[in-house]
Nanobody, 124 residues
Framework: QVQLVQSGGGSVQSGGSLRLSCAVF????????MGWFRQAPGKEREGVVV???????TYADSVKGRFTISQDNAKSMLYLQMNSLKPEDTAMYYC??????????????????WGQGSQVTVSS
């Protein structure tokens, strides 16, 4: 059973930075595709960035140059550094994992395992 436990998030003014963390339990981390997703009130969940088992990343256009995904395979940790935050980045953010794919270069949202969510609020 894969378990994802998130930490981080919070409230920040426009232009500020936040970092999200996601700890993975119960699976060999290096075999997983991982991703960060977000869902704003009244909107569908959308992909922010995914990273496949080879470390290839795919970002949403809306966050390119501002957000950075990273991971520590030895610690089974996934991170999302968010800089230059905008009010439109306000959402619940989720990390997700899936062992089914090796190669992933699309922001698909049908991941199998999900974290509990972290609220990110950006005020203008």
């Amino acid at each position: 059973q894969v378990q994802l436990v998130q930490s981080g998030g919070g409230s920040v003014q426009s232009g500020g930075s936040l970092r999200l963390s996601c700890a993975v339990f119960g699976y060999t981390y290096s075999n997983l595709c991982m991703g960060w997703f977000r869902q704003a009130p009244g909107k569908e969940r959308e992909g922010v960035v995914v990273i496949d088992s080879a470390g290839r990343t795919t970002y949403a256009d809306s966050v390119k140059g501002r957000f950075t995904i990273s991971q520590d395979n030895a610690k089974s940790m996934l991170y999302l550094q968010m800089n230059s935050l905008k009010p439109e980045d306000t959402a619940m953010y989720y990390c997700a994992a899936d062992p089914r794919w090796g190669f992933l270069r699309e922001l698909r949202t049908d991941f199998v395992y999900w974290g509990q969510g972290s609220q990110v609020t950006v005020s203008s």
